[in-house]
């Protein structure tokens, strides 16, 4: 179509769409960029100031009056508001009252007669004319302006702390058998719901679906004291990654039948019937024609099954436990942000450590995920 003749309605789907790309893409950059950010400006402003001046203000404290030295006749104590960042000071002060009562270059009288004052670059004096006295040192209100600095040490501080290598691999021994299992034993049940007639079928296809809408944390307690009461009786230990394969495989299972199932059911008659005249089996027929066909089906559910292992914390709580040696990923990463979960820098560098994986795990399959979303929406003829 020429787009010079392009209807109205045409033009307001495509910003639509643009509209709604950037409102899903616009949370995941602020989250990259607050991840580059150095962790003092990401505690102050937000990650669309990033490119610009930050303003913050803060307070030091003075050496205490033990450290001053005398010179030319006066008491001198000097010092650096700012301790080695980067910014300039604009305003300062001696009171929370007045935190910005005078301007960078200017001297402040305290109260006790001595003279405070602070340079742009946060050098400061104090200077009297008498010795001076006390235990503490004074505080120093000041404003600080700081040009945008971007830096690693986000992502250096998670990647160097204590057994995220060993979480990350347990991760994998989580996920990966957690998506082949229910993948492997729903792709022979989605056949025989579709093309293997036997009594009950269409009670099994309604009972799949209705557990498509069952909570995980609903039947998650009533699971673990099963599985723990057949670990019992046959001596196996609790917590295993066996336990937690089977756990997911038992979640995934609902929509990984029904997916596959959909897909199977609109293949081609044709295609079976003639092998069957040809002598083929159902396993035959399953393995050398069915699985090359479903493969659609099989990644865009293998993507949806990788996602919620590699990204699930509850279930692994629950069946693998917190030990040191049994913690994935997330919640290493969990334990990583302290009891107040403060640490802005380490959640926004976590948060794109852990979507390594799967952003190669969805790129890698993605070209297959609508087809096998619209599974069994047009049957073949």
Excluded: C
């Excluded at 307001?12 to 949370?27: D, G, K, R, Y």
């Excluded at 492997?184 to 056949?191: C, E, H, N, V």
């Excluded at 609109?266 to 295609?271: A, D, K, T, V, W």
């Excluded at 990463?333 to 450590?353: D, K, M, P």
């Amino acid at each position: 179509m020429n787009p010079a003749t392009r209807s109205p309605l045409m033009w307001a789907v495509h910003l639509s769409v643009l509209l709604i790309v950037a409102l899903w893409t616009m949370p995941t950059a602020g989250l990259l960029i607050s991840s580059l950010r150095d962790k003092d400006q990401l505690a102050v402003s937000g990650w669309w100031t990033a490119l610009a001046t930050s303003s913050r203000n803060d307070v030091a404290r003075a050496p205490s009056p033990e450290s001053q030295v005398e010179r030319d006749g006066k008491f001198v104590i000097s010092g650096n508001v700012l301790d080695g960042q980067a910014g300039q000071i604009s305003a300062f002060g001696f009171s929370s009252r007045e935190p910005a009562a005078f301007k960078a270059g200017e001297t402040a009288d305290l109260n006790g007669g001595e003279k405070l004052t602070v340079q742009a670059d946060g050098s400061f004096e104090i200077v009297s004319d008498t010795r001076m006295e006390g235990s503490r040192g004074q505080r120093i209100f000041f404003t600080a302006a700081a040009p945008p600095r971007f830096t690693l040490d986000n992502y250096k501080e998670v990647l160097s702390a204590e057994g995220i290598g060993a979480s990350f691999i347990n991760s994998l021994t989580v996920a990966v058998p957690s998506t082949v299992i229910p993948i492997l034993i729903a792709a022979f049940a989605a056949y025989a719901l579709a093309w293997m007639p036997f009594p009950g079928r269409a009670i099994l296809i309604a009972v799949v679906v209705g557990l498509l809408v069952v909570p995980l944390q609903m039947s998650l307690i009533p699971l673990l004291k099963l599985y723990n009461g057949v670990g019992a009786f046959f001596g196996v230990p609790a917590k295993t990654y066996m336990g937690i394969w089977l756990a997911h495989t038992g979640f995934g299972l609902p929509l990984a039948i029904y997916l596959l199932r959909n897909y199977m059911a609109g293949l081609p008659r044709e295609i079976m019937e003639s092998a069957r005249v040809d002598g083929a089996s159902d396993f035959d027929i399953f393995v050398k024609i069915i699985l090359p066909l479903s493969f659609p089906a099989l990644a865009s559910f293998a993507i949806f099954q990788f996602l919620w292992t590699w990204n699930d914390l509850l279930v692994a709580i629950v069946f693998l436990g917190t030990g040191q040696d049994q913690l994935v990923l997330t919640g290493r990463l969990v334990n990583l942000l302290g009891s107040r979960g403060g640490n802005w820098e380490i959640l926004t560098a976590s948060a794109f450590i852990t979507i390594v994986v799967p952003l190669i795990v969805f790129f890698a399959l993605q070209r297959y995920l609508v087809r096998g979303l619209l599974a069994g929406s047009v049957k073949g003829g």
